[in-house]
């Protein structure tokens, strides 16, 4: 009976997300605002029945209801009580209830947070989030429903879950990932409302960028997290392989990133308004075309859910409506959509736009890269792969033109600079970078290469050009400079922080990519191997249980210069109910390197392959992202969007939503 529950209670969700999505839209056209008051509680009510499904769902797999379908696939009665939790969102029909129920806990909070706006405005954004909604829902009900039963006959100790989310990792990642896809769906719905309104201005530039600002800094630590998982649980030593499916997230966050400055130059200066809400649209379709690839069935990946044809013909069906509809508005509106200044052809304007280019750009390589294959195999051209190569050879010149102008774009007045003024400080910046990139790279005694020592001085570029311009701003305070630090903008200080965080990750892949050393040897017990200055040894292997599993563990002793480093402990895991055979990696984890070691197959002669590897700087990878993610939260944190623009905002939303307040 509970399952039932569960199941009524998505129905109520699709019927209030119908709701929502009619009844306010058709307010605001004719001006009822009765209809257009619906919008806020339909919100809180679909968001309230999706949680109760999902807790419902969740009850299902902690008691071990296996007469529920979804459940009886994913779980089994000797799975622990916390991966029973992380198994509510671990296969297809689960993970999209989580979506939906992301996507409905961003509309309430759109709908709690927007009491000052204009009721016409908050009904039109309220009203395109709901028809996003619909689209989900439905999908949910008459695809993809994780209460289908499995009665008469269920399995009495169910099935399991996937050995490889059977790991911490994959309790937060896919929540953390979620809700940066899907919160770009805020800004699409304010782009939407505001070509409905026929105007869009500054105010409605900063209502959207907090919005923005966290959903990217959700979905940054999104993936990160998910290359840390794929690092220690799949025993290959990657941290990110142009696999489609991390593309299919990779990609809208290159476009969000490319929207965040866009919306930033639309408030600032009123200008770029087209190729904003462009970017707002492009953003959240990539969004639904992750979706797609995730779930369609059309690749093959480590992530990507087992679905067939009819689901993914669904989610393709919603993908073209959503974007087509958009871009057609787009279309009709977009004349009206005129700059308010002017500016120069030197000016942070047009830098803003470069950088934006690039990071289009840089999407484009990415997308022709992961949708080649597919395309080629639908026309019947034949099969291509397009794999790791592609990838580092196209993307990598990109990442470093970009590195150039963030590093110069903090410094570039608005409307107008004059270059001159810059070309000690710039030639200075490169002399700097240039002389500290040679010194790390002779301090790490790896040899010269040419690739790590440009990508090390353009890291070094974009963090003393960030800090010379903090700097330039903070000394004239008569207070002192730490009051003068306390007097700039938390937006201010979040892209400074958010800067460095990128020059921390690009360091660290151009580190990790270059130097890291991979050594598969055969070992028995007592065989050692040098690797650089440490010194590994094989002590042999047990036979240990877990809950649900048994694994043979080996020991490796790690030394160096005699002094012991650490004790690793790879395994080989064989779970009981599905049968699979897993590899569990064992890491030592340090500031400047990682020693990793994964266990291979056993060998006729009782030794064991074993995949030995030194990796340098390998946390800098993902500690940048957390250091982008930080800067975003602390942007998204200015006074700015949450005091006293308010009523500014309430002023002009009137003109945008073609009405008055």
């Not at 994780?146 to 009665?151: T, Y």
Request: proline share 4%; net charge positive; with cysteine.
């Amino acid at each position: 009976m509970i399952p039932e529950i569960g199941n009524f209670a998505i129905v109520m969700a699709m019927v209030l997300a119908l709701v929502q999505a009619v009844v306010p839209l058709a307010g605001a056209t004719l001006g009822n605002a009765r209809w257009m008051a619906v919008a806020r509680p339909g919100a809180y009510g679909q968001f309230g029945f999706l949680l109760l499904a999902f807790v419902i769902l969740a009850y299902c797999f902690v008691s071990n209801d296996f007469t529920v379908a979804y459940v009886a696939n994913n779980s089994n009665t000797l799975l622990p009580v916390w991966y029973k939790i992380s198994a509510v969102w671990g296969g297809h029909e689960g993970s999209l209830l989580l979506w939906a129920l992301v996507l409905a806990g961003w509309t309430a909070a759109v709908a709690l947070w927007s009491q000052h706006l204009p009721r016409l405005v908050a009904s039109r954004v309220l009203g395109v989030m709901g028809i996003i909604s619909v689209g989900f829902n439905a999908f949910l009900l008459f695809t993809s429903n994780p209460f289908d039963r499995l009665l008469p006959d269920f399995p009495p100790d169910g099935g399991d879950l996937n050995p490889l989310l059977q790991d911490p990792g994959l309790i937060v990642h896919p929540p953390m990932l979620y809700m940066g896809y899907v919160g770009f769906s805020v800004a699409f719905a304010f782009a939407i409302a505001g070509l409905l309104g026929g105007r869009l201005d500054s105010a409605w530039a900063r209502w959207s960028r907090p919005w923005t600002t966290v959903a990217w800094c959700f979905l940054t630590l999104g993936i990160a997290l998910g290359s840390w998982w794929a690092y220690y649980e799949l025993g290959w030593g990657g941290w990110w392989f142009w696999d489609p499916v991390e593309n299919a997230s990779f990609m809208p966050w290159l476009a969000g990133t490319a929207l965040m400055h866009s919306l930033a130059v639309t408030e600032k200066r009123g200008v770029f308004k087209a190729w904003t809400v462009l970017l707002a649209i492009l953003t959240f379709s990539l969004s639904l075309l992750g979706t797609f690839l995730v779930r369609s069935g059309v690749l093959t990946s480590v992530h990507a859910f087992a679905a067939d044809p009819t689901r993914g013909f669904f989610i393709l069906v919603f993908l073209l409506l959503v974007v087509g509809s958009s871009l057609l508005l787009f279309a009709l509106r977009a004349q009206s959509l005129n700059s308010e200044s002017q500016y120069d052809l030197f000016s942070r304007e047009v830098l803003l736009l470069a950088n934006n280019i690039i990071l289009i750009c840089a999407t484009g390589v990415v997308l022709v890269g992961t949708l080649s294959p597919i395309l080629f195999d639908v026309l019947e051209l034949g099969k291509i792969s397009v794999g790791e190569p592609f990838f580092n050879t196209t993307f990598a010149p990109v990442t470093l033109v970009l590195m150039v102008f963030t590093g110069i774009g903090p410094l570039v007045n608005w409307k107008r600079h004059q270059f001159g003024l810059l070309k000690s400080t710039l030639l200075q910046a490169l002399v700097i970078s240039a002389a500290t990139a040679a010194i790390c790279l002779w301090l790490f005694d790896a040899g010269w290469n040419w690739m790590v020592f440009i990508s090390l001085l353009l890291c070094v570029w974009v963090v003393w050009h960030a800090l010379f311009d903090l700097w330039k701003k903070v000394r004239t305070a008569k207070a002192g400079p730490l009051a003068g630090l306390r007097r700039l903008s938390l937006s201010y200080r979040g892209m400074v922080i958010a800067h460095i965080g990128l020059a921390v990750t690009v360091a660290g892949v151009a580190m990790t990519a270059n130097f890291d050393v991979e050594r598969d040897v055969r070992m028995s017990a007592g065989d050692e191997v040098n690797i650089g200055p440490y010194h590994f040894q094989f002590r042999g292997v047990e036979q240990v249980l877990g809950p649900n599993y048994e694994a043979t563990r080996g020991t490796v002793a790690v030394s160096k210069n005699g002094a012991p480093v650490a004790v690793l402990t790879p395994e080989k895991r064989h779970y009981h109910v599905r049968r699979d055979m897993m590899t569990e990696a064992s890491i030592d984890a340090g500031f400047t390197r990682d020693l990793y070691v994964a266990l291979g197959e056993p060998l006729n002669d009782g030794s064991w392959a074993v995949r030995i590897y030194f990796k340098p700087y390998m946390r800098w990878v993902w500690g940048g992202g957390v250091i982008m993610a930080l800067g975003g939260f602390v942007a998204m944190s200015d006074r700015r969007y949450r005091i006293k623009v308010k009523q500014k905002i309430t002023r002009t939303a009137g003109q945008l939503a073609g009405g008055s307040p």
